[in-house]
C-alpha cells in the first residue's frame, strides 16, 4: 500500500472502532435499562386470585436462567472486541505508514492509550465477568478516541531526534498499559463508590438500581486493589525507564520537568492507596477516592503538561 | 466508674509519640503532603532549570513574585518545607521498617504455630478421602520440597502438619523500603559531589574542560571545580536538518554533531559522534548536545575604514523557526559601538521572525548605538545584551542580506554580513550517585513485585483414626491476602498425600 493508503486504511479503521465502541456503550446501557425493568416484573407477577371465597396465589417464577440484559450485554462485550480489533489495526497501520512505533505524537498516544484501556477491560474479562464494567469503560475509551480524532489529530511524521530511542517502546508501552489499567482500577473504585452508597440505602436488602448486577462493594474494592497491585509496579518501572532515558538525552536522570513532576505525584497517590488499603478507616471508601484521584493524576499529566505546560515531554504536535 | 489510667513516664510519652509518628496513617498523611507540595514546582517556573523565566515571573508580578519567592516557590524542591516532608516521610519508613525487619527475621527462623484445634473452621477445607497412615508424610516431603515451612506435632494422639509459604511477601515488603533510603542516597551523592556544566561551541571550534570555557557551571558542596577531567574536544562537523513537509513543518528531523576527542591533552585525538540519545562519555563524564543555534559572521570597520571587528557572534534562538537575537560589542573603539543583532534564517519579507528554522534566505536586522556601554564599571555583564543606559541609537538595518555592506551614520564606519556559521550546546555531566540510584531502583522494583505478587498463606493436615477403624486426614488452608484463597496449594497437598504424581 502507499502511505496515502495507509493513512486512508488506519483512519478509517480507527473511525470504524469509534463506530462499533459508540454500539456497544448503546448495548451496554441498555443491559442496565434491562436490569431495571427486572425488578418491577417480579413485582407484579405475583397475584392473588379470588375464586369462590378461597384466595389462590399464582405466582409467575421466572423460569429462563437468562436474566434479561444478559443478553444485550454478551452483544456489547463482541462489539467490544470488535471495536478493539479494529482499533488495533488503526494502531498498526499507523506505525506502518509513519515507519516506526506509532507513539510519536499525541494523536498516536492517545489512540493507543485507548487501545491499552481497552486489552486490560477485555483481558480482565477473560478470567472474570465484568460485562457490568464495559459501560464506564467504554465511555472513557471514545472520549479518548473523540479527542484523538477531533483535537489531536496529526499527519504521520518522522520522529523528532529527542524521540529516536528504543527507550521510546519500553518506556511508552508501559505507560500505555498504565492507562488503560489506572483507568479501569478507576471505573471499579468509582463504581463501588456507587455500589456501596446503593448498599447502604438497600440496609441489609438485595441492592437495586444501577449497580443491582455489580458484585458487593467489598468484591469491587478487592478487584480494584488487584488491578492496581498489578499495575503499581508497572508504572514504576515506566517512571525508572524514564528516568534512564532521560539520563541518557538530557543529562540528568531526574530533574522535576512538569511531566516528571506528575508521573511522582501519580506514583505516590497510589503508593499511598496500597498504604489506604492495609490502614484501618481507610481501606473503604477513602480507598476508592485515592484510586480515583491517582488515575485523574495520571490523565491530568498527559493531556495538561503535554498541552498546556511547558515542558521538555511536550510531544504533542498540534 | 471510670478506670484511672496510670499516667505516662517521660519514656512512655517519646514511645507513644513515636509509634504515632511511624505508623501507617502518618505515613499515609505524609504521602499525600508530598504530593500537594510538588504541584507548585509544576506550574511556577523553577530556578534551577529555568532561571530566565523565573527572573520574569517574579518581575511581572511585583505583589506575588517576592512573597513567593520567599516562600521557596521558585526552589520548591529545594524548599525547606518540601525538604520537611521527604526527610520525615523518611524518618517514619525508617522507624516503621527496622522493627518489622527484626521482627521478619525471627519469624523467617521460627517454624509455623502449631496446627488450630479446629480446621474446618478455615477459609479452605478438605477431608481426604481413602488416605492412610503415610498420607501425611507424603504430603509433609511435598510441602518441604516445595520449600514450604514445616512443622510436624502430635497432640492427644492426633499426628499434624503445620505449614507456612510466602515470607518473600514481607522480604520484598522491607527490601523496596530500603531500596527507596538507597535511591535516596543515590540522589545525594550525585548532589554532593556532581556537577554539569553548559558551554556553546562554534562548528570548528574546540572545548577543553575546565571551569573557564563554559558558560555555565554549578556543581555540588564536594565538587571540585579546579580538577576537572582533563578531556578536550572539537567540534568538526555539526549537521541539522528540519522536517519541510507539512504535517510537522519545521520540526527537527536530525541532529548530529562529529566531534574530535582527547581523553586528556597527552592522548592521540579520536573521532566521536555525538547525538540526542547517544552521549559521549569521557573520563566520567558525559557530553550531550542539548541545542544549537547560528552564529553569523560580521565585519566593521571603524570610520577611518581599518577592520575592527571580524568574527562570528552567536545568537540565541528565540522561536522554533530560530529567529535569534545577540550582540556585538566593540568597547575599543571611539566612541564605544555595540549592535543589536537578530538573525533570520529564512527571512520572511516584510515580517519580523524567521519563517523556518533552516538557512533558506538569510539575513539579519541590526541596530547600531554608541556612547558608553558601561563595561568598565566593574558590573559582569551578560555577553547577549547590551547595557544601553548612557548609549544612543544612531540608526538601524531591517535586513542586511549576506555580502551586504550597511554604512553607518555619521560617518561612524560600516558593517557587512559575511555568511554564518553553525554553533552547537552541550551540556557536560558528572553524577557519581546515578549508579546507585539505577541499583536501588531495581531492588525496589524486585522488593515490590514480591511484596505485591508473592502469597503468604498457611497449610495444615491432621490425621486422626475414623470412628470406622480407618484413617481420616484433613487439609485446611489460610491466605492472608484479602480475596486471595489456598485452593490451589490444598488441590497439590491433596494430591501428594494421596500419592498422586505432582510435577
Request: proline fraction near 5%.
Amino acid at each position: 500500500m502507499t502511505p496515502a493508503e495507509l493513512a486512508q486504511a488506519s483512519n478509517s479503521a480507527v473511525y470504524a472502532s469509534m463506530l462499533v465502541l459508540t454500539l456497544a456503550m448503546v448495548f451496554f446501557a441498555f443491559s442496565f435499562a434491562a436490569g431495571r425493568r427486572r425488578v418491577t416484573a417480579l413485582a407484579t407477577t405475583e397475584m392473588v386470585e379470588s375464586e369462590g371465597g378461597a384466595a389462590v396465589i399464582t405466582r409467575t417464577e421466572i423460569i429462563d436462567p437468562i436474566v434479561p440484559g444478559r443478553r444485550t450485554a454478551n452483544i456489547a462485550m463482541s462489539l467490544t472486541w470488535l471495536g478493539t480489533a479494529l482499533l488495533l489495526v488503526g494502531v498498526v497501520l499507523r506505525g506502518l505508514w509513519a515507519g516506526r512505533v506509532p507513539w510519536g505524537n499525541m494523536y498516536e498516544f492517545s489512540i493507543s492509550a485507548a487501545l491499552g484501556i481497552l486489552v486490560v477491560y477485555l483481558g480482565f474479562s477473560i478470567k472474570v465477568d465484568v460485562r457490568w464494567l464495559g459501560l464506564f469503560v467504554v465511555i472513557p475509551t471514545l472520549l479518548t478516541l473523540g479527542l484523538a480524532v477531533t483535537v489531536l489529530y496529526t499527519e504521520a511524521a518522522q520522529l523528532v531526534p529527542a524521540l529516536k530511542s528504543y527507550w521510546l517502546v519500553i518506556h511508552v508501552a508501559a505507560a500505555i498499559i498504565c492507562a488503560g489499567a489506572f483507568t479501569v482500577a478507576a471505573a471499579i473504585s468509582a463504581l463501588a463508590l456507587l455500589r456501596g452508597r446503593a448498599e447502604r440505602k438497600a440496609a441489609g436488602a438485595e441492592v437495586t438500581g444501577l449497580t443491582e448486577r455489580m458484585p458487593s462493594q467489598e468484591r469491587l474494592q478487592i478487584m480494584a486493589n488487584r488491578v492496581i497491585a498489578f499495575t503499581f509496579p508497572l508504572w514504576t518501572f515506566a517512571v525508572i525507564a524514564g528516568a534512564i532515558w532521560a539520563e541518557n538525552a538530557w543529562g540528568r536522570y531526574w530533574g522535576w520537568d512538569p511531566k516528571e513532576t506528575w508521573a511522582f505525584i501519580t506514583w505516590v497517590v497510589f503508593a499511598a492507596y496500597l498504604h489506604a488499603r492495609s490502614t484501618a478507616g481507610w481501606r473503604g471508601n477513602r480507598a476508592s477516592w485515592i484510586a480515583i484521584i491517582g488515575w485523574a493524576t495520571f490523565w491530568a499529566n498527559y493531556f495538561g503538561v503535554n498541552l498546556f505546560i511547558n515542558s521538555l515531554h511536550s510531544y504533542a504536535g498540534v | 466508674m471510670t478506670e484511672q489510667l496510670p499516667p505516662l513516664s517521660t519514656g512512655g510519652w517519646f514511645r507513644w509519640i513515636w509509634r504515632q509518628f511511624t505508623s501507617m496513617r502518618t505515613a499515609l498523611i505524609l504521602l499525600f503532603l508530598l504530593a500537594v507540595a510538588s504541584i507548585p514546582g509544576s506550574i511556577f517556573p523553577q530556578r534551577g532549570t529555568n532561571p530566565l523565566k523565573t527572573k520574569e515571573w517574579i518581575a511581572d508580578s511585583p505583589t506575588w513574585g517576592p512573597i513567593l519567592d520567599r516562600l521557596g516557590f521558585f526552589e520548591v524542591y529545594s524548599s525547606p518545607w518540601f525538604s520537611a516532608i521527604y526527610i520525615l516521610l523518611f524518618i517514619s519508613l525508617i522507624g516503621c521498617v527496622l522493627p518489622r525487619t527484626a521482627a521478619h527475621w525471627r519469624a523467617m527462623r521460627t517454624p509455623p504455630p502449631a496446627a488450630p484445634r479446629n480446621l474446618s473452621r478455615m477459609q479452605s477445607h478438605a477431608i481426604l478421602e481413602g488416605a492412610d497412615e503415610s498420607s501425611i508424610d507424603r504430603a509433609a516431603e511435598y510441602l518441604r520440597a516445595h520449600r514450604w515451612h514445616v512443622l510436624r506435632g502430635e497432640t492427644n494422639g492426633v499426628s499434624w502438619v503445620s505449614a507456612e509459604k510466602g515470607y518473600l511477601k514481607e522480604t520484598g515488603n522491607l527490601l523496596f523500603h530500603l531500596a527507596l533510603i538507597f535511591i535516596l542516597v543515590g540522589v545525594a551523592v550525585g548532589g554532593l559531589f556532581g556537577w554539569k556544566g553548559n558551554v556553546i561551541v562554534k562548528n570548528g571550534d574546540g572545548f577543553s574542560d575546565t571551569l573557564t570555557q563554559y558558560d555555565v557551571w554549578g556543581g555540588g558542596r564536594f565538587a571540585d571545580p579546579a580538577n576537572l577531567p582533563p578531556f578536550s574536544f572539537t567540534l568538526d562537523d555539526f549537521r541539522v536538518e528540519f522536517d519541510r513537509a507539512v504535517a510537522q513543518r519545521g520540526s527537527p528531523k536530525l541532529f548530529e554533531a562529529d566531534v574530535t576527542y582527547k581523553a586528556n591533552p597527552e592522548s592521540a585525538g579520536e573521532p566521536a559522534r555525538i547525538e540526542v540519545n547517544h552521549p559521549l562519555e569521557v573520563d566520567g563524564a558525559k557530553v550531550f548536545l542539548v541545542g544549537h543555534g547560528y552564529a553569523p559572521r560580521f565585519v566593521v570597520r571603524d570610520s577611518t575604514g581599518e577592520i575592527v571587528y571580524d568574527d562570528t557572534v552567536v545568537t540565541l534562538p528565540q522561536d522554533g523557526n530560530f529567529t535569534s537575537t545577540g550582540v556585538i560589542k566593540l568597547p575599543d573603539t571611539s566612541p564605544q559601538l555595540g549592535f543589536d543583532v537578530v538573525f533570520y534564517p529564512t527571512l520572511q519579507p516584510g515580517s519580523i521572525v524567521s519563517a523556518f528554522p533552516a538557512p533558506d534566505f538569510p539575513a539579519s536586522y541590526l541596530a547600531a548605538w554608541t556612547g558608553d556601554m558601561g563595561l568598565d564599571s566593574g558590573v559582569p555583564q551578560s555577553v547577549y545584551k547590551l547595557d544601553k543606559t548612557s548609549m544612543t541609537q544612531i540608526g538601524r538595518v531591517p535586513a542586511l542580506l549576506p555580502g551586504q555592506t550597511w554604512t553607518l551614520p555619521d560617518g561612524a564606519g560600516s558593517i557587512s554580513l559575511v555568511g554564518y556559521e553553525r554553533w552547537a550546546s552541550f551540556q557536560i555531566a558528572f553524577d557519581p550517585g546515578k549508579e546507585i540510584a539505577l541499583i536501588a531502583s531495581a531492588l525496589a522494583i524486585t522488593g515490590l513485585m514480591l511484596s505485591l505478587f508473592v502469597r503468604r498463606r498457611r497449610v495444615w493436615l491432621k490425621m486422626s483414626p475414623s470412628p470406622d477403624g480407618g484413617t481420616v486426614v484433613e487439609i485446611a488452608g489460610l491466605n492472608r491476602a484479602e480475596g486471595g484463597d489456598v485452593i490451589a496449594d490444598i488441590q497439590m497437598v491433596t494430591e501428594a498425600a494421596v500419592g498422586k504424581e505432582t510435577s
